[in-house]
């Protein structure tokens, strides 16, 4: 029996996310941006929330946790580095599993935003929450890792199946359009840009995606192709993808 996913607008940016285990009706909130709206669309769901799964100790990823627990009783279960600004149940890293109700998610390491960052990847379904690692044309900001400790991140996310349905935390993909077709002239990336420029003048959201579009679209993992654009012509890939994210971090538009 499926996972289903349900999507909801939280803060000015975030998405939240509910998930339930059809077999048996148990239910995990992906990162807790705002505790409000959450226990709102659980409510009007009536599901039963068993987890909650932190991808990183960002306030607006883990900040509600506690509301929420007190609320609904669930158990928390995230990256160590949580515990800066939660309690969590189960400590969790690269290569466990966490299993909800019937459905299995691996975890998998995709330090780079913050050190510890996971995402979690339910292969039976092929559905991965990527916090703040992976965006639709974009990748989060590098505050505590390196470009090398990213680039190794977003290659595992990569490697995920092409058909595996991606869900970021963040509609950042407009402004990442923007970044992206200034470094990048791919006809594919120019037709995926105006199909989000108007999906966004619509308000409708361009998350989820898939892994099979920003390995075609994406600038950031398709770094190694912009490396003469971005000024690292015959450097380690590593090296193109941070002069990318550098390029992104400067970029005015
Ligand atoms: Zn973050
Ligand atoms: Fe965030």
Redesign the pocket.
Known sequence: MPLTVHQFPCLSD?YGFLCRDEATGLAACVDTPEAGAILRELNKLGWKLDLILNTHW?P??AGGNAEIVAATGCKIVGPAEVTKISVIDREVRGGDEVMLGQTRFEVIETGGHTLGHIAYFDPADRIAFVG?TLFALGCGRLFEGTAEQMWNSLQRLAALPDETTVYC??EYTASNARFALSVDDDPALKARADQIFAARERGEPTVPTTIALEKATNPFLRAPRLAERVGAGGEPDFKAFGAVRAAKDSFKG
Do not use: V
Request: net charge negative.
């Open positions: 975030n960002h607006d990823h703040d935390a963040h």
